[in-house]
């Protein structure tokens, strides 16, 4: 074999591992994407069923709140919590934690930020979370909504990213078409990714089977604001 013929194969070669190495890195740097089976499976630990009591515990309200950090704090919709003297809320495994601290809000956003009690209770030390997406959502873009319409009973529904910043009442609002019940006001819109990318705060009632949602834009500054 000649050596322009060798020198020939060994670049061959050498040209196809890099692009084999070039096209694993591509493949590790690419977030997985969940389908609604997935997604339920990987975020029904960080819901928490919320009842809201009045002060002789009488139940005022009812909604969803989405733990985001493991030390306990969660997010949910203002009206949810407005008024309350007392919160708790019941996780997927059936404990019940309380009292739950409202430490942040902004009425005009809807936006709510809790603090759950420790929970170090000598079995779980930590909290189950669900990661908070740091980029703006696109239009057409597929989310799940997940909530609980009924006490024990949380559910996932499917839909799009119908408007990424639409203004809504002087609010900025994502608007999707997942749908929404009453009760589920507070739970997560995750995307594909797994991530927390807004608030359920309501629905549309211009539009039929449109809903609104808080962006966690706005959860983001009442956590850096509870940091200071």
């Known amino acids: 074999m000649s050596m322009i013929r060798k020198l020939a194969i060994v670049g061959f070669l ?12 591509a493949k590790a740097d690419t977030p997985a994407v ?9 975020s029904e630990d960080a819901l928490m069923y919320l009842r809201i009591l009045r002060e002789d515990d009488s139940l ?16 949910t919709a ?9 919160i708790e809320g ?21 936006a709510a ?8 209770d000598g079995k779980k030390k930590l909290y189950d979370y669900l ?3 740091e980029t703006a959502v696109n239009y ?13 009973t949380p559910i996932i529904t499917e839909g799009i990213v119908n408007n990424p910043k639409a203004e809504v009442n002087g609010r900025s609002r994502i608007l999707t078409s997942a749908q929404v019940a009453s009760g589920m006001s507070g739970g997560p819109v995750i995307d594909r990714f797994g991530r927390v990318t807004g608030i359920i705060s309501g629905s549309l009632r211009t539009m039929n089977n449109i809903h609104l949602v808080i962006d966690m834009e706005d959860i983001r500054s009442l956590m850096l604001g509870s940091s200071k």
């Open 60 to 75: 005022k309200a009812t909604g969803t709140g989405v733990i985001l950090s493991a030390d306990g704090r969660a997010a």
């Open 34 to 42: 969940y389908n609604a089976e997935d997604t339920f499976s990987r």
């Open 131 to 133: 990661p908070i997406r």
């Open 90 to 110: 019941t996780l997927r495994d059936g404990r019940v934690v309380s009292p739950i601290q409202v430490i942040g809000y902004d009425e005009q956003t809807d």
């Open 113 to 120: 930020l809790l603090q759950l009690p420790d929970p170090k």
């Open 14 to 25: 050498i040209s196809l591992l890099s692009g084999a190495a070039v096209w694993m890195h």
């Open 140 to 152: 057409g873009e597929q989310v799940f909504a997940l909530g609980y319409p009924m006490a024990d």
């Open 78 to 86: 203002y009206h949810v919590v407005k008024g309350a003297e007392r």
